[in-house]
């Protein structure tokens, strides 16, 4: 199957500073990425489609200006979570569609302290 | 707007025993697809089996099978063979035919494998 990757796969912050998260497909394009969050023992919860060369579409009820999404190539997307405060901590999924099949990068656990 | 429902939070199986776990959906399309995914302790998504909604015979892999009653709205998930292994969060979700292609997903089933 295709392969996701994300870098870092833990990441730990203070207050305030910003943290980039990267989404990269290895060995396919991907006009189209996803972004969710998870917290522990629920679902994925899907925050934005980030669209290669156009912005991005956010979901009802997350902060365009919080959580930045750039997809400059195809297959790159990074997510970036601006003036990051504790309440943002949580398990970060990017995932892209591959021949029918969603597929999903590692994870990034992001803490902030 | 399609949901997905999954109404067993946790599931126990003995080794090389089989469980099912379920999986109802409701939409108002006739194209679609569903799919079983696994997330064991690493977090990392796996795809267990997707099926497609026009395809009547239900889809299998190995020992995993699922059980699609498209009237019913309706896709379980069979595992033959419990393995140590299969312990982890199952979600269960759905993809529109049509120009939308975000997964919903259900809101998971935890496995234990009791050895």
């Known amino acids: 199957g295709a392969v996701v990757s994300q870098h870092p796969s833990w990441v730990i912050c203070k207050s305030g500073t910003s943290v980039k998260i990267e989404c990269r497909s290895l060995?396919?394009?991907?006009?189209?990425m996803f972004w969710y969050r998870q917290f522990p023992k629920q679902s994925l919860m899907l925050m934005a489609t980030?669209?290669?060369?156009?912005?991005?579409?956010?979901e009802q009820g997350v902060e365009k200006d919080k959580f930045l999404i750039n997809h400059a190539s195809l297959t790159l997307s990074t997510l970036t979570v601006t003036s990051a405060h504790p309440e943002d901590s949580s398990f970060y999924i990017c995932?892209?569609?591959?021949?029918?099949?969603?597929?999903f990068g590692p994870g990034t656990r992001l803490t902030v302290l | 707007a399609q949901t997905v429902t999954q109404s067993q939070p946790e599931m126990s199986v003995q080794e090389a025993e089989t469980v099912t776990l379920s999986c109802t959906y409701d939409?108002?399309?006739?194209?679609?697809?569903l799919f079983w995914y696994k997330q064991p302790p690493s977090r990392q998504m796996i795809l267990v089996i997707r099926?497609?909604?026009?395809?009547?015979q239900n889809a299998t892999e190995n020992r995993f099978s699922v059980n699609f009653q498209k009237a019913a709205k309706s896709f379980s998930l069979k595992i033959s063979d419990s393995q140590l292994g299969d312990a982890a969060m199952y979600f269960c979700?759905?993809?529109?035919?049509?120009?939308?292609?975000?997964?919903?997903f259900g809101t998971g089933t935890l496995l234990a494998v009791q050895p």
């Open positions: 995932s892209a569609w591959s021949k029918l099949t969603q597929f």
């Open positions: 060995d396919f394009q991907a006009t189209t």
């Open positions: 980030s669209n290669e060369g156009s912005k991005a579409t956010y």
């Open positions: 939409t108002s399309e006739s194209d679609y697809y």
């Open positions: 099926q497609e909604a026009y395809k009547q």
């Open positions: 979700a759905y993809r529109s035919g049509g120009a939308t292609n975000k997964l919903i």
